[in-house]
């Protein structure tokens, strides 16, 4: 049975604590940052598999630290943060992260996302299945390596990511509606706004133009999103 290692960067020793308590109960190995102007030197010691970050850190914020481990990992974050703006949503996103949790939040919850997000990342896909790969006009997209590549270059996508370009190629040329991609991309879109699509979008957009990719992902205005390879602007 594998064994999931889970860092908790939280430097609020009581909410710390009972995260830690609550996840070993489960199972998982769990590990604490203690050293917050070494946050990378933890990441790399344990492996972590995923991790709980909070935004308000000393030193250097959540934000820069996800920064970080995303040079170097493909691994699940969710924020974790008292701060409920929709703005703070945004920025975790655009800087790296998966998911956000509000705090204060119900334990469970955390426990479904975490399990949610391992699934994705190292589930039964990823245990010796034939590798799936999806090609549109010499895009070739690896959900499982969470890779996708244009005429020998490549470029990583995080989960959310990979789900977004998977979904818009299986529907090549037809619509695919907002509420579609949200009900695939979160399991709980209680706490998604628009924004928060407009953003996984925007990057989708923008690794394709960095690979070379003769295709388009169209702004369908109150319908949703469509990919193509016809020629066109990005909206």
Request: charge should be negative; include cysteine.
């Amino acid at each position: 049975m594998i064994t999931y290692t889970v860092l908790i960067i939280e430097d609020d020793p009581k909410i710390s604590e009972m995260l830690r308590n609550h996840i070993s109960k489960y199972g998982y190995e769990v590990k604490q940052a203690e050293q917050y102007g070494q946050v990378m030197s933890t990441f790399r010691e344990c492996q972590a598999d995923l991790v709980l970050l909070d935004i308000n850190l000393p030193q250097y914020d959540g934000f820069y630290w996800c920064r970080q481990i995303r040079n170097e990992s493909l691994c699940p974050i969710l924020f974790i943060s008292s701060r409920d703006s929709q703005m703070d949503q945004v920025m975790a996103l655009e800087n790296g992260g998966d998911d956000y949790i509000t705090k204060p939040f119900n334990y469970e919850v955390v426990m479904a996302k975490i399990r949610s997000q391992l699934r994705r990342a190292y589930g039964e896909y990823a245990l010796g299945h034939e590798e799936r790969t999806l090609e549109l006009d010499g895009l070739i997209l690896y959900p499982e390596r969470l890779s996708v590549q244009m005429n020998g270059k490549s470029a990583e996508l995080t989960q959310k990511e990979g789900t977004l370009l998977e979904a818009l190629m299986l529907k090549e040329g037809r619509v695919v509606s907002r509420d579609q991609l949200l009900d695939l991309m979160w399991e709980d879109q209680h706490f998604i706004d628009d924004n928060t699509l407009n953003v996984y979008i925007t990057r989708v957009r923008k690794k394709l133009k960095e690979i070379g990719a003769q295709v388009t992902i169209e702004t369908i205005r109150g319908a949703g999103y469509r990919l193509t390879t016809q020629p066109g602007g990005l909206e």
